[in-house]
């Protein structure tokens, strides 16, 4: 069993940064990929950014790219999402997901889930 625990959301203009953490605990959390997901009122799950164990690999989905930076300290077992030039788009809940077992960009593929960090864009 993994756990996740999501940090570091809140409330911030439009083009501001944040910075998410994902705290992974468990039974080896650190050798799994990661991804982060999120969900806006009304609206499926959707992917944000995947990154493999090492880290050598990420993707992201189109609306982020070039804005948002995935990244993980195996040493902390922890995975960040830098998010720079936010846009009031961007306002969700983000979650961190480990151990994909299919498509990465799927969200029935990871088999653990955090319980998420809210993170409103003001225009």
């Known amino acids: 069993q993994v756990q996740l625990v999501e940090s570091g959301g809140g409330l911030v203009q439009a083009g501001d940064s944040l910075r998410l953490s994902c705290a992974a605990s468990?039974?080896?959390?650190?050798?799994?990929?990661m991804g982060w997901f999120r969900q806006a009122p009304g609206k499926e799950r959707e992917f944000v950014a995947y990154?493999?164990?090492?880290?050598?690999?990420?993707y992201y989905a189109d609306s982020v790219k070039g804005r948002f930076t995935i990244s993980r300290d195996n040493a902390k077992n922890t995975v960040y999402l830098r998010m720079n030039s936010l846009k009031p788009e961007d306002t969700a809940v983000y979650y961190c997901?480990?151990?994909?077992?299919?498509?990465?960009?799927?969200?029935?593929?990871?088999?653990?889930w955090g319980q998420g960090t809210q993170v409103t864009v003001s225009a």
């Open positions: 990154i493999s164990w090492g880290g050598s690999s990420t």
């Open positions: 468990g039974r080896t959390g650190s050798t799994y990929a």
């Open positions: 997901a480990a151990h994909p077992t299919g498509t990465y960009y799927l969200r029935s593929s990871y088999n653990y």
